[in-house]
């Protein structure tokens, strides 16, 4: 009997101590890019999972897009620092976008509270598309320097970061075209307006049938994309790809910033979460608050490395 109230007890816990990290109000959780991106998309998951666990509350997905994400990042400590407003943060982006000098924020003006997932980068070319695989690909783009055209995220962003990288490891030279965000990458990929994209793993997952993926940053080949080489199998050691989180006001007090990255990390470790994050090619990780500085730190050394090899911020 004495075991059973225990375990009664405990049932009871669970859903209190989760209360405890809910908001009070609703949260506005603002978006640097426009509708239809992955970012969207992690926010629309997480929107959906918070209202099962915080029922007496909304997530109001809010978009203030331009600049590669910089619009709303120069922004972002105007907002109320009252722990209900949230923005979606990006790396490499944050560390880039300073130090091009083309924003009006350094990096060390975002406040990141959790990481929650990242991305791998992948080459896609349209389905109709002539080049069938890498070697097509690189034979194409050698015979004619700089006639292929590939769609991207924002300047200064990760996408544009592995187009460089991969012009640098294959000797070839691509066009990187720019757009606000993945979505408004899509309908131009998809329409073959333009002849591919370095872009990340969800798009070539959620769009299987209308692109064909040609090399992916992974360890090994994504259980979704098993057709896809890797860029280890194809010679260069490339493991990356874009990570997601959420940044707070520097005016949120540090409770605050706290109730908000554990919040995420249950939100992070919900059976349901995890389900989402599989189908869709989004590899989950969980750095929170005690983790962020040692995170960061190393994330603006390897970041910092790899513009100034890349040429980026070079005037």
């Given at each position: 009997m004495k075991k059973l109230f225990f375990a009664m007890g405990l049932a009871l816990l669970v859903p209190l101590a989760l209360a405890q990290n809910c908001p009070e109000k609703n949260l506005l959780y603002w978006q640097a890019f426009p509708p239809g991106g992955e970012s969207d998309l992690s926010a629309r998951h997480q929107q959906m999972v918070l209202?099962?666990?915080?029922?007496?509350?909304?997530?109001?997905?809010q978009y203030k897009a331009g600049a590669g994400g910089g619009l709303m990042w120069g922004q972002m400590n105007?907002?109320?620092?009252?722990?209900?407003?949230?923005?979606?943060?990006?790396?490499?982006?944050i560390v880039f976008q300073p130090m091009e000098g083309q924003v009006q924020y350094k990096t060390q003006d975002v406040t990141p509270v959790f990481w929650f997932?990242?991305?791998?980068?992948?080459?896609?070319?349209?389905?109709?598309?002539?080049?069938?695989?890498f070697a097509d690909f690189i034979k194409a783009a050698k015979a004619k320097p700089g006639a292929l055209n590939l769609g991207g995220s924002g300047l200064n962003s990760a996408n544009h970061a592995a187009h460089?990288?991969?012009?640098?490891?294959?000797?070839?030279?691509?066009n990187y075209i720019p757009y606000k965000g993945t979505g408004d990458m899509a309908s131009a990929v998809l329409g073959a307006q333009i002849d591919g994209a370095m872009t990340y793993s969800p798009f070539a997952i959620n769009n299987?049938?209308?692109?064909?993926?040609?090399?992916?940053?992974?360890?090994?080949?994504?259980?979704?994309?098993?057709?896809?080489?890797?860029?280890?199998?194809?010679?260069?050691?490339?493991?990356?790809?874009?990570?997601?989180?959420?940044?707070?006001?520097?005016?949120?007090p540090p409770e605050a910033r706290k109730r908000l990255s554990d919040l995420w990390a249950t939100l992070n470790n919900d059976?349901?979460?995890?389900?989402?994050?599989?189908?869709?090619?989004?590899?989950?990780?969980?750095v929170g608050l005690?983790?962020?500085?040692?995170?960061?730190?190393?994330k603006v050394r390897l970041y910092t490395e790899g513009a100034q090899r890349l040429g980026l911020g070079k005037k």
């Open positions: 209202k099962k666990k915080c029922a007496a509350i909304e997530t109001i997905v105007q907002l109320p620092g009252d722990g209900l407003n949230i923005v979606g943060v990006n790396l490499p982006h997932h990242f991305t791998p980068d992948i080459l896609v070319v349209p389905e109709p598309s002539a080049i069938k695989t460089e990288r991969m012009n640098a490891a294959f000797s070839v030279k691509t299987k049938n209308r692109v064909r993926g040609l090399a992916i940053a992974m360890e090994k080949r994504h259980p979704l994309l098993p057709d896809v080489p890797t860029f280890k199998e194809l010679g260069v050691d490339w493991v990356d790809g874009a990570y997601r989180g959420i940044g707070v006001p520097k005016s949120t059976p349901e979460m995890k389900e989402l994050a599989a189908r869709n090619g989004f590899e989950l990780v969980n005690d983790q962020m500085d040692g995170f960061m730190k190393e």
